[in-house]
């Protein structure tokens, strides 16, 4: 429950499905659409749009409390794995939500 917050049904399934969706330096977009199809039933338009936009979000502040914890030398709070996440991966997870997008609508197909 460390992420959980009052916000939309998306960015709750954003954070649960990103942590479940790191395998190493690749992100899996398969796994990631069958954690949105048990969650939603059939991905529509309307919903992998609102998933996009807090997708975004989530992306964005992970990087900002990057920034903070670093800037504030708090880095010994975080565990060891997040201790190895190095922000160059988030940077490219943030660049490339528009892509993951785009490959969830294909396998959807």
Same mark, same amino acid.
Request: hydrophobic share 35%; with cysteine; glycine share 2%.
């Given at each position: 429950?460390? +992420?959980? *917050? $009052?916000?939309?049904? +998306?960015? &709750?399934? %954003? %954070?649960?499905?990103?942590?479940?969706?790191?395998? +190493?330096?690749?992100?899996?977009?398969?796994y990631? @659409? &069958?954690?949105?199809?048990q969650?939603? /039933?059939?991905l529509?338009?309307?919903i992998?749009?609102k998933?996009? $936009? *807090?997708?975004?979000?989530?992306? !964005?502040k992970? !990087? =900002? &409390?990057? $920034?903070?914890f @670093?800037? @504030?030398d708090? !880095?010994?709070?975080y565990?060891?794995?997040q201790?190895?996440?190095?922000w160059n991966?988030?940077?490219?997870?943030?660049?490339n939500?528009d892509?993951? =997008? *785009? +490959?969830?609508?294909?396998? /959807? &197909?």
């Open positions: 429950f460390d +992420e959980a *917050s $009052i916000c939309t049904e +998306e960015y &709750e399934l %954003v %954070v649960f499905a990103t942590k479940h969706c790191m395998r +190493e330096e690749q992100f899996d977009t398969c990631l @659409y &069958e954690i949105l199809k969650y939603y /039933g059939k529509t338009d309307d992998l749009d998933y996009r $936009i *807090s997708f975004l979000f989530y992306t !964005l992970v !990087l =900002m &409390e990057k $920034i903070y @670093y800037q @504030y708090i !880095l010994d709070l565990d060891e794995r201790m190895r996440d190095n991966w988030w940077y490219q997870l943030y660049q939500v892509t993951i =997008m *785009s +490959e969830l609508r294909e396998i /959807g &197909e």
